[in-house]
């Protein structure tokens, strides 16, 4: 920019033009001096406009994301009720070291797991055969593929509500189903594994439809002619899938992963509102209760807001845990092929 | 042309989206409206606009009452502000109390969590025993008790209580051998929860499987446990639930009747309950009068004067709302003023003629409007008298801040797992371990 500015500036350093009046000195140094101003709040503003523009993000970021991570981190070393927040009573790594011993986290974290093992696998699995078949020519398929994306844009309490009434026991569509082809009524949500997959049923349906997009948008990335030179071997469609669908669709699949991952880590619309009593406890035995509820019912329900911030920074380290398993995964993968 | 017309339409209507969407954004993070212009004095045309924060359906706009206010006060302005769960309400309460934020000139408190106000909130409330015009004895003794500090400091004005009676159902009880005449069904099993559930028995026999003789397990043990002087804190603010006899007592006599199939396996006011309403489910319900109209709402046409009201075999309290007056709002005289003439016996009086909340008055319990009290469910029943008769029977109950958890978890991490075909004992357990969590800082 500042060449720019020399070039702009020489024919007048020059004086080359003759026929000007006397005053012309004092004037071209005003112009000069005024260019340079120009010139300077220019590269002000080239260097510092993109921070500005950067910023909105940024600002965000620390009041609604850096600040309660810090502060979360500090009141968890605290004991603190939510009557009286700013009256805390230092307890040090107390509400860490207790997590240890406390029986409810740990069945929460099982409960995490297990809903997140039975959500997201068939989930993924689902997804890519919807998008195997949407990636076929089909008649109207933009209809298909925003009917598919519909569940995702439905919010989740108006989602589970309908679940809860689909799952009753008393009332429930499902169990009147079972009833009428003489099969048991079913508890789904006092059962220990029938809620669980109850409320992955409500995770499943939400989400397969956004995964199947993903997969449908990297499938048609995938070069025809891969196809075509694996036909011309004699490979079949089936084998066609396995040998070039999937590996094109590796980094894609990585991906769906761990954003299915941080995703189940954090189910807890869904337990929530599935909850027979209306509590927090995920049922009367915690037995779909999840970490993310657990942590609601300490903060929110109990008013521990120490407690609940333990919780939350407990659930923060398990989910950085998890990425670097990832990423170690992932790079095995990627050295592999 | 064309082809640039369209482009710029769908220019325009992607704008509007983007631009809805934002307003939408800033809408959720603006304030709940109007506490700043309302709340500053006078609107354009000079009166005085007073805030209520309430929740559920607390009927003051319903009965009139508001608008009779203004008539008496022309210079005062009333609008509400109505959550409708208190679920809802209460932790935005706590968090604009804490915060001394976002208040209301008049807030309602539940009398669920009136104990923790009372202890962790009340230099936030102005003293209502010291306001104008308010009497003492106006209010049931252990009403007032209820919003008063250590100190003295009373915090709240009593509206509405839930003097606890049985609701029972004439038609089924006649099927199942039973006497249908109020008195004579009060008589069954008056003075003992015991004799209750033996009935209950009896009715088991008498009408088979079809029904049940109580709605819900949760029901019966709030029952017991209302109608007791200590429940889960002592006096001095210890939590005794587990040591106790009467908790355990109210705990095992509930396991019981969920043992000998007596009540339902349902838990009160969700989907499925409402539906055991609705189809006739159930024989008996312990009934404040603000269950008749749950029933009411939730009820065939058909079921209208077919229940009837007898006296609890112990009375007991059973709901009830204060209402309270924050310091930092900015017409703190002319909201006491209000709270003071709402919470009055003649306005609680019409307050229960028009709504069935139950006055906390007792000079109110020999007025027309509630000796007259009907309910369309209980046709002629004279349903005034007989929560009357139940709230002059109702004990002083020591209350604690953190009763709702502990009850919560008899309830529903306790006794309704007996109706799941878990053992008393495990039951038991498994509360107590959910409530000993929960309670811990």
Known sequence: MTTRHDTAASPVKGGAAPGRPPGGRASAEADRKKRAKLSRRWQRDMRWSPYAFVSPFFLLFLAFGLFPLIYTGWASLHTVELTAPTDMKWTGLDNYTRIFDDEFFWNAAKNTLWIGVISTVPQLLMAMGLAHILNYKLRASTFYRVVMLAPYATSIAAASLVFVLLFGRDYGMINWVLDMVGLDKIDWQNGSWSSKFAVSTIVIWRWTGYNALIYLAAMQAIPQDLYESAALDGANRWRQFIHVTLPSLRPTILFTVVVSTIGASQVFGEPLLFDANKGASGGSQHQFQTLGLYLYEQGWVNQHLGRASAIAWAMFLILIVIGILNAVISRRLRASS | ?441
């Open chain 2, 1 to 441: 042309m064309r082809a640039a017309r369209r482009g710029s339409a769908r220019k325009v209507v992607v704008m509007a989206a983007i631009a809805s969407l934002g307003a939408g954004l800033l809408a959720g993070c603006a304030d709940d409206g109007n506490d700043e212009d309302s709340s500053s004095s006078g609107d354009s045309s000079g009166k005085t606009t007073i805030t209520l924060g309430l929740f559920g359906t607390m009927g003051f706009k319903q009965a009139g009452l508001y608008e009779e206010y203004e008539k008496l006060n022309p210079d005062i302005n009333i609008e509400e502000n109505v959550t409708e769960r208190n679920e809802n309400y209460y932790p935005a309460l706590v968090n604009h109390l804490t915060t001394n934020s976002g208040l209301q000139d008049v807030q309602a408190i539940e009398v669920g969590n009136i104990a923790e106000v009372v202890a962790t909130q009340a230099d936030k409330f102005e003293d209502m025993s010291k306001a104008e015009g308010v009497k003492k004895d106006n209010w049931l003794d252990w009403k007032w008790q209820q919003a008063t500090t250590k100190d003295g400091a009373t915090i709240g004005l009593g509206t509405d209580i839930g003097p606890m009676a049985i609701c029972y159902r004439k038609d089924l009880f006649e099927k199942a051998g039973l006497p249908t005449d109020r008195d004579e069904v009060s008589k069954l099993w008056a003075g003992d929860w015991k004799k209750f559930v033996e009935v209950g028995e009896q009715y088991k026999k008498g009408a088979g499987k079809d029904t049940y003789f109580m709605d819900s397990p949760g029901g019966l043990i709030n029952a017991i446990l209302s109608s007791e002087k200590e429940k889960f804190y002592d006096a001095s603010g210890e939590v005794i639930y587990k040591t106790n006899p009467a908790v355990k007592a109210a705990f095992d006599l509930t396991a019981d009747a969920a043992e000998k199939g007596l009540v339902q396996s349902q838990t009160q006011f969700q989907p499925a309950w409402d539906q055991t309403v609705a189809n006739s489910l159930f024989a008996t319900v312990a009934c404040p009068p603000w269950m008749l109209g749950t029933i009411k709402e939730k009820s065939n046409p058909e079921s209208a004067g077919k229940w009837d009201v007898a006296q609890a075999p112990k009375s007991g309290n059973w709901g009830g709302t204060f209402l309270g007056v924050p310091k930092s709002g900015k017409h703190v005289k002319e909201a006491q003023k209000l709270i003071t003439w709402l919470t009055a016996p003649e306005q609680q009086a019409k307050l229960f003629s028009v709504m069935a909340s139950f006055p906390s008055a007792p000079s109110t319990y020999t007025m027309p409007e509630v000796t007259g009290g009907k309910n369309e469910m209980t046709g002629d029943a004279p349903i005034g008298k007989a929560f009357a008769k139940a709230a002059e029977e109702i004990p002083t109950q020591v209350i604690g801040p953190k009763d709702q958890i502990v009850q919560q978890g008899l309830t529903d991490n306790g006794v309704i797992l007996v109706t799941q075909g878990k053992s008393a004992k495990e039951a038991w357990d498994n509360a107590v371990k959910t409530i000993d969590n929960n309670l811990e800082k």
